[in-house]
């Protein structure tokens, strides 16, 4: 039994660290709308004088995936994610464990393989030197957004498994 607390205490110490590193994220997605919004307000008035400037476009392409998939745990963890519960609200309240529990099991799974297939990805992009279209950056970089977002989205659904079986959620 103390053992079992023990692993269950230091599962609690590593969760606080991925939430810190998920508030972390979410900071950085909070600069890339910040600089999508200047990007784009740039753009559109220099448009007006007869110029632009060459790759905002691009540029804001590129940081849209990272204000998703960076944003998408810390939305995990505030219980901001899209329910459909219209019948999940009249179950009794050990089936909707039950049922949370699962929910979590299979997006942790689906959320695993999204993250290795995003590995290979990246690491396919670093091996080709594979380049943007206008800036001719290297694009590997830029994908680097989708396994990290995998990857705390899963922990945090780990994280919500332990609130579960801790009953902090009922």
């Not at 994220?25 to 890339?32: E, G, L, N, P």
């Not at 690491?123 to 290297?138: A, D, F, G, H, Q």
């Amino acid at each position: 039994m103390k053992s079992l607390k023990k692993d269950i205490g230091l599962l609690n110490k590593i969760m606080r660290v991925v939430e810190k590193i998920t508030d972390f994220c979410v900071y950085i997605s909070a600069m890339c709308l910040v600089f999508m919004l200047i990007f784009i307000t740039l753009n559109i008035f220099l448009r007006q004088v007869g110029h632009s400037v060459f790759g905002l476009d691009e540029i804001n392409g590129y940081l849209m995936p990272w204000l998703c998939f960076l944003s998408i745990p810390a939305g995990l963890r505030a219980g901001r994610q899209i329910e459909i519960d219209i019948l999940f609200r009249r179950l009794h309240p050990n089936i909707q464990r039950k049922l949370q529990v699962i929910n979590s099991l299979i997006a942790i799974f689906l959320f695993i393989l999204i993250f290795i297939w995003s590995i290979n990805i990246v690491i396919s992009s670093y091996k080709i030197s594979w380049v943007t279209v206008e800036l001719r950056m290297l694009i590997w970089p830029w994908q680097i957004c989708l396994p990290l977002g995998m990857l705390l989205y899963a922990l945090e659904e780990i994280g919500f498994l332990l609130r579960i079986k801790e009953g902090e959620i009922k």
